[in-house]
């Protein structure tokens, strides 16, 4: 539920910088307008051409309005809430990345002295699913070679659902984007196709209108999620990473465990 609350919080704070960014683009025209005819006025001097008239943020504005602003809208919201949820995995992601070799020296050190305790001591103060596997299975190594494998079996599979959590959504939002966009351009050509009607004439400027909201909306709902697919698969590569490295030390504490039971419990 913390977690919950904290990506719709992180949404809203996007949202609120995204309608703060257009509200301030709005909210000053006169002094746009006045450095505007200053630009001009000194370019015109210096027999200066203007070739593009404001920047990539008043373009992007604009084509936002173009495209159909309920819409448009709609696919910026799936793309604010994705990233919010790729946000939240990365940074989990990377907190659980931990020195395993580091991890394993300090563990193999203290059963080589017999201290237990001290084993687990280790695990509690380092982060990460592979140290709290490792102590889950040292808090069962009375109970036999046995035990401690199905208990590293079963609490690997615990933590590895923790690394995948919330990708479910990401897939939705990659999803839901580009259908978005396609709803857009559908609604695009029924628009165009009414004025056609109304008009009783087929001429490009009355199909014009409709056809660029249709295009425009099916390209911000592509570039969306194309933006949430390449950071998905960053995000699946890490866990794959983790997951193999949880594997492979999981594989080492075993044998820590086994060279303990041969030393101290003949």
Known sequence: MKKLFAILAMSGFLMMGTTQFVV???AAPAQTEQVAQQTAAVEEAAEIPVDVEGG???ALKTKFIEGNAFF???????????????IERIIYLNLAEVNTKKLLAGVESALEKGDVEAAKTVCRNTRGPVASIFYQGLMRMDYGIDVVEKSVISYGGVQAGLL???????????????SLGFLGTVIGMVEAFDKIQQVGDISPTVVAGGMKVALITTIGGLIVALILQL???YILAKVESILNDMEDSSISLLDLVIKYNLKYKK
Do not use: R
């Open 164 to 178: 995948e959590k919330g990708l479910s959504w990401i897939t939705l939002f990659i999803a839901m984007a580009p």
């Open 56 to 58: 990539l943020h008043k």
């Open 72 to 86: 448009m809208s709609i696919v910026m919201i799936a793309l604010i809430f994705g990233m919010a949820f790729i």
């Open 231 to 233: 950071f998905y698969n």
């Open 24 to 26: 301030a683009q709005e």
